[in-house]
């Protein structure tokens, strides 16, 4: 079997290792253009990750912080959010599970370690499905035959478009971002928890490594300039008694995803298949996902036997789902707004409500209010404090009725998020109302 992987970054490079692993036989192509930079930043992640990363590479938390300087995350502190404008804590459930705080850039250079591939610098021009393969043409009219290909590319161009003229791109125009100010800052006392708080304009993320942290303003560009957003990002650094660094990059993203990602030959992964605000550290869990789905159906399908339409269906309806629920929930975060009075969170606010206006999302939005009921009953606080695995078994446990999660997020998400920005409040808002609705 040949199969080729294209991208050189993290997403890539996770498919690559992937590959390697599962199928050592195969000849794997590894393909990527030099010359397109990466993003790079500090990332976090959702305990998916460091469960993948041993599973493929044998790599715990010791080896990936002293190669490095990642951190170990158990979950992220909310700071100004919702109602009652109070901290509070997503813990990752049951207590035993971590994510990772890291450079990403580094860490694909831990990753490469472990990939066992033929290595090709060049610029991917077509991708063209055939009946038994795939061919790939290149920038100086060269071609590859490959069984299949995982397409990590990054970004297409039409995720840009308000109104893309691609059918297959669908714009989750529910989540209110779409730009990021990332500055580079001294390390942290505290790297056990990404922090994130509500500010004018947005919020602000900090990212914990060993060496220093990756800290960003995400914002809404069409309502908030650079100029005003750097204006507060140096007035919270101030009040936060850090010393104001450079503009170490400025990243816009479109919340996106297609409507396919896989054509029986195919697979678009990362954030050339979808993107959703890094809220909840949920983009290398959908490359974790998407990867593993490919190597399923590499597994269960022969390379010269031609796709099963039907099934074909189904392995995109299975993305689809999990791509939308998890920005359902991320827009969720917002329906209670912030401490901040401010056109952001009063676009922000109704995130969900705009969300439910759309048919596609409709029965989607019906589970999660099955996922609400059930975050309700459930004490969340309670749950975001508790740190020892025998008490989450003793106490936490007993109390869980849902065993499948919504798109990423367990009952138990629901639970420490709804109580911690006041969604279960005495008004008892449904979903699609807003604090301010």
Not at 223 to 237: G, I, K, M, R
Request: with cysteine.
């Amino acid at each position: 079997m040949k199969i080729a992987v294209l991208g050189g970054g993290t997403a890539g490079f996770i498919a690559a290792a992937h590959i390697t692993r599962y199928f050592p036989k195969a000849e794997l192509w590894h393909i990527y253009d030099s010359r397109i930079p990466t993003i790079g930043v500090g990332e976090g992640t959702t305990p998916r990750f460091p469960l993948w990363l041993d599973e493929v590479t044998g790599i715990g938390p010791d080896e990936l912080q002293a190669r490095c300087g990642a951190t170990v995350k158990l979950g992220s502190h909310y700071e100004g959010w919702g109602l009652r404008s109070t901290d509070f804590v997503n813990r990752f459930q049951p207590p035993r599970l971590f994510g990772y705080h890291f450079d990403a850039g580094r860490v694909t250079g831990v990753i490469a370690d472990h990939v066992q591939a033929k290595q090709l610098d060049a610029r991917v021009e077509t991708l063209e499905t055939q009946p038994g393969g795939v061919t790939i043409g290149f920038e100086d009219g060269s071609q590859l035959d490959c069984d299949y290909v995982l397409d990590a590319r990054g970004f297409p161009a039409g995720a840009w478009a308000q109104a893309p003229e691609d059918p297959e791109i669908i714009r989750m125009d529910w989540i209110p971002t779409g730009r990021a100010m990332v500055r580079r800052l001294p390390p942290s006392t505290e790297t056990s928890m990404s922090r994130l708080i509500a500010r004018p304009h947005g919020w602000v993320f900090q990212i914990p490594l060993r060496d220093w942290t990756s800290c960003g303003y995400v914002f809404n560009p069409s309502l908030s300039s650079d100029e005003d957003v750097l204006a507060d990002f140096d007035a919270f650094l101030e009040d936060e008694q850090v010393e104001p660094t450079e503009i170490r990059v400025r990243v816009s993203f479109p919340n996106f995803m297609r409507r396919s990602w896989f054509d029986g030959r195919v697979f678009t992964i990362g954030n050339a298949a979808s993107f959703v605000e890094p809220l909840e550290a949920t983009a290398i869990g959908a490359t974790i996902m998407q990867v593993r789905n490919a190597q399923r159906w590499m597994e269960e399908n022969h390379p010269q036997s031609a796709p099963d339409l039907g099934a074909v269906d189904h392995a995109n309806q299975t993305m689809r789902s999990y791509v939308l629920r998890n920005s359902l929930f991320i827009a969720w975060h917002y329906a209670c707004g912030s401490r901040w009075d401010s056109p952001f969170w009063n676009l922000a606010a109704r995130s969900l409500e705009r969300a439910s206006k759309h048919e596609y999302l409709t029965g989607h939005v019906d589970a999660m209010t099955d996922f609400l009921d059930v975050g309700r009953d459930l004490p969340g606080a309670q749950i975001g404090t508790c740190a020892e695995q025998d008490r989450w078994e003793r106490e936490i446990l007993p109390k869980l009725t849902k065993f499948i999660p919504f798109g990423n997020f367990s009952e138990l998400n629901f639970a420490q998020v709804g109580h911690g920005i006041g969604y279960y409040g005495a008004n008892k808002m449904s979903v699609g109302e807003s604090a301010n609705g």
